[in-house]
């Protein structure tokens, strides 16, 4: 006897959303590239409703605004580099409320017929707003304009959701990512890259054959600082060494902690004479900066520097390393110095501070004898 029971007939819209979540999950567990998984995401919602113009808007959680990750349409150009406030717009009204917006003719509604007025360039017919969450956490939004109006059904809307759902797990997984590599190639205790990170960057600018030079900064009696306050003290002062690293150098050159308190400098394009700059200047505000003042401390700090620059201190990465160690040891015999390689010493600090009359040795500045007390 045949079975003659009645099985559901998949309609075509909905076998066409089928075909949407396959292909996004695919690339969701085929890359971990957050601009390829939401371009890929957008490029399906696209497809499905139509819109004249949409875009993907991203919460940036330190200035409380948003801005463009992904832009289509008229005028997409122009949005790069725009910021919209929290609670501004309409998709500063989705990020900050968390509720989607769906406005299929804004002609019939008085408050987006009123927005729609005041900003004619937009053109706007149709408003469609969903928010990227995750948990209770808005991540984004999704804005389409001007879309198929007769695809704005609840059931249109829900699987708008759904594709923000999958938007957001790509946003979590990429920024998990993010997180994992920044911890491989990140010191714990400054922030900043360790030797294995330092060896990479090493690698890669040999092959590339251009210019660079490599600092190496011992600190002066560092070992004085955990003997009178603590290896607490002494990591705190570290990461604050290591900050001002950052700040002296700047975004386009890198910072290491090599080890113990040994810290590398990387200056990309930089020639032996403006390395020689670069690397006065960082000893001079490591000299002249104060640390741990939040811990009711003033301590002073100094370093002794070594300076080598690729290719004519040393061409193979082992080399360049060998050449700015021996300059830093140099250093190390009068200590508050600089030597560069093929220079020798080249800056030197005097060894006694003069303080009310009497004299302190650099050492005894270090270890916080003078520090001052907070208020």
Same mark, same amino acid.
């Given at each position: 006897?045949?079975?003659?029971?009645?099985f559901p007939?998949i309609?075509?819209?909905q076998m066409d959303?089928l075909r949407?979540?396959?292909?996004v999950a695919?690339a969701?567990?085929?890359?971990?590239?957050?601009e390829?998984?939401?371009?890929?995401?957008?490029?399906?919602?696209?497809?499905?409703?139509?819109p004249?113009k949409?875009?993907m808007l991203m919460?940036?959680e330190k200035?409380?605004?948003?801005?463009?990750a992904?832009?289509?349409?008229e005028?997409?150009?122009s949005l790069k580099?725009l910021?919209?406030?929290?609670?501004?717009?309409?998709?500063g009204?989705?990020?900050?409320?968390g509720?989607?917006l769906?406005v299929?003719?804004?002609a019939?509604d008085?408050?987006w017929?009123?927005f729609a007025?005041k900003?004619?360039?937009? +053109?706007? &017919?149709?408003? =469609?707003?969903v928010?990227?969450?995750s948990g209770n956490?808005? %991540?984004?939004?999704?804005q389409? #304009?001007?879309s198929k109006l007769?695809?704005m059904?609840?059931?249109?809307?829900?699987f708008?959701?759904?594709?923000?759902?999958y938007?957001a797990?790509?946003?979590?997984n990429?920024?998990?990512?993010t997180?994992i590599?920044?911890?491989t190639?990140t010191d714990d205790v400054?922030g900043?890259?360790n030797?294995?990170h330092l060896?990479t960057?090493?690698?890669?600018?040999v092959?590339?054959?251009r210019?660079?030079?490599?600092?190496?900064v011992d600190l002066d009696?560092?070992?004085?600082?955990?003997?009178?306050?603590g290896?607490?003290i002494?990591?705190r002062?570290?990461a604050?060494?290591?900050n001002?690293?950052?700040?002296?150098l700047g975004?386009?050159?890198?910072?290491?902690?090599?080890?113990?308190d040994?810290?590398v400098?990387?200056?990309p394009? +930089?020639? &032996?004479s403006? =390395?020689?700059?670069?690397t006065?200047?960082?000893?001079?505000? %490591?000299?002249?900066?104060?640390? #741990?003042?939040g811990?009711g401390l003033a301590l002073?700090?100094?370093?002794s520097?070594?300076l080598?620059?690729?290719p004519?201190?040393?061409d193979t990465?082992?080399?360049?390393?060998?050449a700015?160690d021996?300059m830093?040891?140099?250093?190390k015999?009068?200590r508050d110095s600089?030597a560069?390689?093929?220079?020798?010493?080249?800056?030197?600090?005097a060894?006694?501070?003069?303080d009310s009359?009497?004299?302190?040795?650099?050492?005894e500045?270090?270890?916080?004898?003078?520090a001052?007390?907070?208020?």
């Amino acid at each position: 006897m045949k079975d003659r029971r009645q099985f559901p007939v998949i309609e075509s819209r909905q076998m066409d959303h089928l075909r949407v979540f396959h292909d996004v999950a695919r690339a969701l567990t085929s890359s971990l590239e957050l601009e390829e998984i939401l371009g890929a995401i957008m490029d399906k919602m696209a497809q499905f409703f139509g819109p004249e113009k949409w875009s993907m808007l991203m919460v940036d959680e330190k200035s409380s605004e948003l801005y463009y990750a992904i832009a289509v349409g008229e005028n997409a150009e122009s949005l790069k580099g725009l910021r919209v406030p929290l609670g501004e717009g309409v998709a500063g009204w989705v990020a900050s409320t968390g509720n989607p917006l769906v406005v299929p003719d804004v002609a019939l509604d008085p408050h987006w017929s009123a927005f729609a007025n005041k900003h004619p360039d937009l +053109m706007i &017919k149709s408003i =469609a707003c969903v928010p990227v969450r995750s948990g209770n956490k808005t %991540l984004g939004v999704i804005q389409l #304009l001007n879309s198929k109006l007769d695809l704005m059904s609840e059931y249109s809307i829900s699987f708008l959701r759904i594709l923000c759902d999958y938007a957001a797990i790509a946003i979590q997984n990429a920024r998990s990512m993010t997180l994992i590599q920044e911890l491989t190639i990140t010191d714990d205790v400054t922030g900043l890259f360790n030797p294995r990170h330092l060896y990479t960057m090493l690698e890669e600018h040999v092959a590339s054959g251009r210019v660079f030079s490599l600092m190496f900064v011992d600190l002066d009696h560092f070992k004085s600082v955990n003997d009178t306050h603590g290896h607490l003290i002494g990591s705190r002062l570290l990461a604050e060494i290591g900050n001002l690293m950052k700040r002296s150098l700047g975004p386009h050159n890198s910072a290491f902690r090599y080890g113990g308190d040994e810290f590398v400098a990387l200056l990309p394009g +930089m020639g &032996k004479s403006a =390395a020689s700059g670069t690397t006065m200047a960082l000893r001079e505000d %490591l000299r002249t900066a104060r640390f #741990l003042e939040g811990a009711g401390l003033a301590l002073s700090a100094s370093g002794s520097f070594g300076l080598a620059t690729f290719p004519e201190d040393g061409d193979t990465v082992q080399a360049i390393l060998r050449a700015a160690d021996t300059m830093m040891y140099e250093a190390k015999v009068t200590r508050d110095s600089v030597a560069v390689a093929g220079k020798g010493l080249v800056g030197a600090a005097a060894k006694i501070a003069i303080d009310s009359g009497s004299r302190r040795s650099v050492s005894e500045i270090l270890v916080g004898r003078d520090a001052v007390p907070r208020g």
